[in-house]
């Protein structure tokens, strides 16, 4: 799936604010988009955005801190950094607890703005291409037959070939066989390899892998 292009999202209903950002981030060329409340940000908002978003703390109608909310909900990809107030530091840090990568005060330090944005950048395209890579090893996962998810469950629960051939009622030729389709199939380079993938998928010593 092509994802959108990684894109700097500020809500914040200060018009000031607001062109200040936009000013500030697309001076070193970062795609930037502003919106004046979360409802209207939330209504353009691409089903699988990535990149980050600055959120104003404080707003008329849907706040900050529900934006917040609502995006985790979604599950969307973006970074969250928080824009606040002085007075309204200790909501930031209930933010923060919340997900959120970082908060900035107003009036805020241009420099600031931009290492702090650019970590939060860093951190999405760590995020998306950890999932993008998951969503590949599950797809291969998923071309294995049920036999041969029953022996790569019992390789990586620590089983020898002899151990899952007696479990699974084959012969040790047979396990060996399947265990070859598997590291191909999941285009494994090494056993360790493998291991790292069922990781990845969740998969546990304590899996049960026989029928």
Not at 14 to 29: I, P, Q, T
Not at 81 to 106: L, N
Not at 169 to 193: D, N, P, W, Y
Request: a neutral charge; hydrophobic letters at 45%; glycine letters at 6%.
């Amino acid at each position: 799936m092509l994802l959108p292009e990684p894109t700097v999202y500020i809500v914040d209903d200060d018009d000031a604010v607001r062109d200040s950002l936009v000013w500030l981030l697309s001076s070193v060329k970062m795609p930037v988009k502003a919106f004046a409340s979360a409802e209207e940000f939330l209504e353009a908002l691409d089903p699988t955005p990535t990149g980050c978003v600055l959120i104003d703390v404080r707003m008329p109608g849907t706040s900050g801190l529900q934006l917040q909310e609502i995006l985790k909900d979604r599950a969307a990809n973006l970074s969250v950094i928080i824009v606040t107030g002085h007075a309204d530091v200790p909501m930031a840090i209930r933010a923060m607890k919340a997900g959120a990568v970082d908060f900035v005060e107003k009036p805020f330090n241009d420099q600031q703005v931009l290492e702090l944005v650019s970590k939060a950048m860093e951190k999405n395209t760590r995020a998306v291409r950890e999932i993008a890579q998951g969503n590949e090893i599950r797809g291969r996962y998923d071309t294995l037959t049920p036999r041969e998810t029953e022996v790569f469950r019992g390789l990586i629960a620590g089983l020898p070939n002899k151990a899952i051939a007696a479990d699974l009622g084959l012969s040790q030729k047979t396990v060996e066989i399947h265990r070859a389709k598997v590291m191909k199939k999941m285009r494994a380079k090494s056993f360790a390899e493998l291991v790292a993938m069922a990781t990845k998928l969740g998969l546990t010593k304590e899996s049960s892998y026989s029928s």
